[in-house]
């Protein structure tokens, strides 16, 4: 929308409007629910003897010096006394003239801030001056919002209660219905937090209980749950092709391989069977912690979909994954004569044409890659279905790409990773979810140890003893964020260091930097055993399956997340040896690095991990939003609100089947917010 066009119902010059722009305010609804992010209290003064520390006040007093100091930089502080005979120092790191003449000796001013009881007296560093103290004292707390430079929050004020007298009164929802709830009218909330009572103090109105507030966050939930609720309804209204198998590929697939299903997988399977056999779109996640065997189910899934004659896409967030697939589905299905193409960024051009090719004329079953896959130049013969690796990996952006891409196509997605209850029952709820709640027989839990890196000669030894064994080991270097170069020379160093303590081993190196030929080279050379120590940065991290792999070093394990870690560890352990994981720390370990080597420590089960996980960072960065900065919501906190997020769940099907003239209007007041109501 052109930032000049005024569709305000009151007057805004064009330069303000272009403000409201960039703070996403396009409408007279926008501006409503532009709320305070504090309040300021000015409707009285404290004597500056009554001040407590930390708390914000406001002060009447007249100044009775001022000066400008240069130590230990540049500063002005003025000070004043009040009627009480204290005195107090105002310090400004930066300043203006005009601030200075404001401030003149003799000027009876009000200063708004927090008192600092300091060695050398009471001091307010940085105070909000006001000089018409004529005017007398505000009636109410002074909302402060949120602002860009250029609006200042008075001319913002002003436009916000503008706003609020030109608001129709009518409600989205029915006064029964909101006596029922014990609600209070939407209009009626959003002048009390625009213009709270005087009998409310700033804290108060930070209470995310006070009705006002429920109010707000229950409409945006609502909304929320409405339009997932519709979404699904259009998903099971909308047509995919129904994919059904003759058995040819999938049973010949099921007969070669070494091991017979879980009951898990069976089960997993049986209800991916069912979804593929409908003719709208299938959205699936399948989630089973590390180990569990989600590859399989997946493989034989795509197979039926490639006995119905459609093609099956299947996308890892890494490329060590992709090709790690790449070799498994080869080994699966080449010798059942499917044509496998594969697709990652890194490819160079001429295959990646190649891989096109036969992925546009069908000549290509089977696609494996990075998102890659889902770019605007790959278009595919007759795509039926998207299988999705390690699916959280993925943000939000990605997610929404593929949902683009494969509107009317079966998904399904794969994680280790439970999602919490409050996002399952929002951004996820459009999922179906089968678990896989059963590791593979035979398999013994790893032991966790951990040990100062101080003492690595000895783990040394343990490689050099696991090796002798004829089992293989995975030693996987430090996480160094900040530099890419410093954790390729890290890994380097640990080959040779590793290299001279064990020369008789064979000892491979992977990482980022290599071409994808080159990972490729290694990973086969570690999965036929040619390799023995395979040492990496921690691309390693999702979904290698080497089963004679039986220890697994972990460097600086205090700098990697939990889910991380999990991930790692979940690399041994997977055939019937026992197997072992080292997890070398530095000293000094903060509290939080402590806590999570403790909780890996005693835990095996990745969904009791990842919910311990999850305490500790919340379902935000679960989503992956935080980064993308794609907005999740404004008013709710699914941390905090999942009260409100039961209501609004109970009542959206009630009204959708019972009101739909309320859902619309609903909706329509609702989904020109910023909220992303999207599902994932
Ligand atoms: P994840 O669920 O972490 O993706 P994978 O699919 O990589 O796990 O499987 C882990 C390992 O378990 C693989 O080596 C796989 O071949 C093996 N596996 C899978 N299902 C079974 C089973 N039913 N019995 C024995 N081994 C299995
Ligand atoms: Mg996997």
Redesign the pocket.
Known sequence: MPSSVNTFPIKISTNTLAKLTKLNITNIWDLALHLPLRYEDETHITPIADAQNGVPVQIEATVIHQQIQFRPRKQLVVQVQDVSGHVLYLRFLHFYPNQQKQLAEGNVIRALGEIRHGFFGDEMVHPKIRTDIDKGLAESLTPVYPTVNGLNQPALRRLIQAALKHLPADDTLPAELLQQLQLPPLLESLIFLHSPPPEYTARDLHEGTLPAWQRLKFDELLAQQLSMRLARQQRLNGHAKALTGNGHISEHLLANLS????EA?QRALAEITDDLAQTHPMHRLLQ?????????VCALAAAIAIEAGFQVAVMAPTEILAEQHYLKFTQWFSPLGIQIARLSGSMRKKARDEARKELADGTAQLAIGTHALFQDDVTFHNLGLIIVDEQHRFGVAQRLALKNKGEDVHQLM?S?TPIPRTLAMSFFADLDVSV?DEL???RTPVITRLVNTARRHEVEKLVKHTCAQGRQVYWVCPLIEESEVLQLQTAVDTVAELQTALPELNIGLIHGRLKPAEKAAVMTAFVEGSIQVLVATTVIEV?V?V?NASLMVIEHAERMGLAQLHQLR?RVG?GAAASRCVLLFSEPLSDVAKARLKVIYENTDGFEIARQDLNIRGPGEFLGARQSGVPMLRFANLEEDLPILEKARDLAPVLISQQPEVVNKHLQRWLSQRSAYLGV
């Open positions: 091991f017979t299903l879980t997988q089973g912690d590390v180990g569990s065997g989600k590859t399989i794969m280790a896989i593979p027989p035979g979904g399956d089963p979940g997977r």
